[in-house]
């Protein structure tokens, strides 16, 4: 029978509890999460993509409200859902750079709101910027802070990572990467559950072009962590951190 593990099923819990807690949803115990997410796949797994093709079975909890309640305040009633579908890799070029384009008249989320939850409207408030991006040929795009518009927040479809020298740079607080300037990095790669790490090769910002490394290959750092990262989603590689969940 082939192996179907699940990545770090423990992070996604504690990650939708916390966003549970800020939002005023009941919590939810992990052995419950966790039961779940093994039966869903189990029920899928003649839909979990072949070893080596570079797509997997995306997984996607979601909590809803649902109690008949008009006024403004938490649900009396909650679904809790789990759907999953297979999916190719979130670049059709894989771990190919592509280029990103900084917005600066639109915002992802507000300094002291939700931004560092996983909430809808989130989504919602960056689907704008995001079509503006494309329409202009970046495919990703890279919102500033909502307060100041001179730190770096996020990319559009993934976390913001930095490369100096051997050191991985990652944001501080809750949502802004303080007292950095874009030129003075070696590597910069868009980080995310589905899109793993794609290395970004060109971030244009106020009708400048910042170059990281060149337009076809990813920069040996970023590359070391993709293939870590993979290896170890796939088996390849050990399982050091008990990140995976083998599911029966």
């Known amino acids: ?13 504690k990650r939708i509890q916390r966003s549970s807690e800020r939002i005023s949803i009941p ?40 109690g008949p309640k008009v006024g403004l ?4 009633e909650y679904i809790f859902i789990i ?14 750079p592509v280029k990103a384009l900084v917005v600066t008249d639109y915002d992802r989320a507000a300094p002291d709101g939700v931004g560092d939850c996983k909430v809808g409207g989130n989504y919602a408030a960056g689907l ?28 559009s479809t993934s976390n913001f990572i930095a490369i100096k020298g051997n050191t991985y740079i990652t944001p501080k607080s809750k949502s ?35 170059r990281f490394g060149n337009d076809e290959t990813a920069g040996p750092v970023i590359t070391k962590l993709y293939q870590n990262l993979t290896g170890i989603q796939y ?8 990140w995976l969940l083998e599911v029966k």
Request: charged content about 25%; overall charge neutral.
């Open 128 to 155: 704008a910027g995001a079509d503006y991006g494309k329409k202009k040929g970046y495919p990703v795009v890279l919102y500033l802070d909502s307060r100041e518009k001179k730190y770096i927040d996020e990319f």
């Open 73 to 76: 305040g938490p649900a009396d």
């Open 176 to 210: 802004i990467l303080q007292s950095v300037k874009i030129s003075g990095f070696d590597e910069i790669g868009a980080c995310g559950t589905a899109a793993v790490v794609t290395p970004v090769t060109l971030i244009h910002y106020q009708g400048k072009d910042y």
């Open 83 to 96: 759907f999953v579908t297979p999916v190719g890799p979130y670049y059709k070029g894989g771990l190919t």
């Open 1 to 13: 029978m082939v192996r179907i593990v699940v990545f770090r099923p423990e992070e996604n819990w």
């Open 235 to 242: 088996g390849d590689l050990e399982d050091k951190f008990n």
């Open 27 to 66: 919590p939810m115990t992990e052995k419950m999460f966790i039961d779940a997410i093994s039966k869903v796949v189990a029920a899928n797994r003649k839909f979990v993509p072949p070893y080596g093709t570079g797509a997997s079975l995306y997984i996607r909890p979601l909590i809803i409200g649902t």
